[in-house]
């Protein structure tokens, strides 16, 4: 039995549902497994209160399909397993998918029923990649639209990931990911950076003040380690000592400083002061200590000048899934027919529509977004230009990857051409209707 010679680490293809697999035993026998079948990546709503949700992960996506080959020992644990029978093992071992995926570009903003993701090729091939494509971009879009409220609430004030020690080891560096697509400015995740060339950043824990005889030792020891531009935490005892004693170490040049606890408002301002009346006049403010979009958009008018974001980031600020979902929407009528359109009917909120969908973001007269517009059959000549989807798999070739820089400068795009009230934290309906031309 052939198979890939992709290192059982670096395959994709268990990532996977087991009923993915019986599904395409039962297809594989009744001959509906080489029928051509599009399926598509949408959510029916977001999250309450969220103005708009962010597409993130579409990259890894590119890559976990690439990599979606059975290694021989995977295939010989199925057998082992009786997970699927010998006809399907064959079938498993020279798996590629050579089918095609069009798709929303990474960075772009969607709001219910924007079809995220189009995957048509055989049903054999296509359905077995649900699983691990809704979970790389459910996961990942929830931490870009949380990330995306955070970074509008900062301002123009940098953001920084620091949420690892918060989150699954791997997932913390795909958060780290996300949150730089839609705006942060650097990770404390080295291996985040490692992976995906996002800048890095980090200087002290309270641990290193204390192990030290005195904060005057151990801010010495920083500076002298790491140069007068530092940041140095002044929150271990007693705040406005710390800040004098950081000055008199470091001189006016001393980069920064950082707060992690109290009332940050308050004490922001009193620092800023006590720095200016040391004559620290350059010196920034950042502040931690569990903030979340809220937070920060409390902080606005305190003088702070860079936020740290950890636990609320990497849970997606509440909302740890964007409730994505892969559906069938259109297959070949008999072997070789044409595609009809098919869709779930069933109560509950759950049914769908069917057939291959585009989509277009109509702007106003002055280039504001102001519907999203997703249809099937032609499009108008109006919407052409204004289409969203664009091509990422071609007969099974990534032809879509890009720069994550590319992605980030879409949605800070993306995300300006929306109106305004898109970036308020209070609850409403999504800023832009989804109109259906079906």
């Not at 082992?80 to 089918?99: M, N, P, Q």
């Not at 219910?112 to 048509?120: H, K, R």
Request: hydrophobic share 45%; glycine share 10%; with cysteine.
């Amino acid at each position: 039995m052939d198979a890939t010679s992709v290192p059982a680490a670096g395959s994709t293809a268990l990532l996977t549902d087991r009923y993915e697999l019986t599904m395409l035993q039962a297809a594989l026998r009744s001959g509906a497994a080489h029928r051509r079948s599009v399926f598509e990546v949408f959510t029916r709503r977001l999250p309450a209160g969220r103005r708009y949700g962010v597409l993130a992960g579409t990259g890894r996506v590119l890559d976990a399909v690439e990599n979606f080959r059975f290694t021989s020992a995977q295939l010989d644990w199925l057998a082992d397993g009786r997970v699927v029978d010998e006809d399907t093992l064959r079938f498993l071992a020279d798996y590629r998918f050579t089918g095609d995926i069009h798709g929303y570009p990474e960075g772009q903003v969607y709001f219910p029923g924007s079809p995220l993701l189009t995957v048509e090729g055989s049903f054999a091939e296509a359905v077995i990649l649900e699983t691990v494509i809704l979970s790389i971009l459910n996961h990942d879009s929830a931490i870009a639209a949380a990330a995306s409220r955070m970074t509008s609430a900062a301002g123009g004030r940098p953001v920084i990931e620091m949420g690892a020690r918060r989150a699954h080891e791997r997932a913390a560096v795909s958060a780290a990911r996300a949150a730089y697509v839609a705006g942060f400015a650097a990770t404390s995740d080295l291996e985040a950076g490692f992976t995906y060339g996002i800048p890095t950043t980090g200087t002290a824990a309270h641990a290193f003040t204390l192990v030290h005889d005195s904060e005057r030792d151990a801010f010495r020891a920083q500076i002298d380690s790491m140069g007068r531009g530092t940041t140095l935490l002044v929150d271990t005892f007693d705040l406005g000592e710390a800040v004098r004693t950081a000055v008199e170490v470091a001189g006016p040049e001393l980069g920064a400083v950082r707060i992690d606890s109290g009332d940050l408002t308050l004490l922001a301002h009193r620092v800023r002061r006590q720095l200016d009346e040391l004559g620290a006049t350059g010196t920034r403010i950042i502040v931690t200590s569990d903030l979340d979009e809220y937070a920060i958009a409390a902080l606005a008018a305190a003088p702070v000048d860079g936020y740290g974001v950890g636990t609320s980031l990497v849970t997606g600020s509440g909302e740890p899934t964007c409730a994505m979902v892969y559906k069938l929407v259109a297959r070949a009528a008999g072997e070789d027919g044409p595609l009809v359109p098919v869709a779930k009917r069933a109560a509950g909120g759950k049914t769908s529509i069917g057939g291959r969908k585009w989509a277009a973001r109509r702007p106003d007269a002055d280039g504001v977004a102001e519907a999203e517009v997703v249809g099937t059959g032609a499009v108008p000549d109006a919407l052409v230009p204004h289409l969203l989807q664009v091509p990422l798999v071609k007969a099974g070739e990534v032809v879509g990857r890009e720069p994550l820089e590319a992605a980030r400068e879409r949605h800070d795009r993306v995300r300006a051409a929306l109106p305004l009230s898109a970036t308020q934290l209070s609850k409403g309906d999504p800023v832009l209707a989804t109109e259906l031309h079906v």
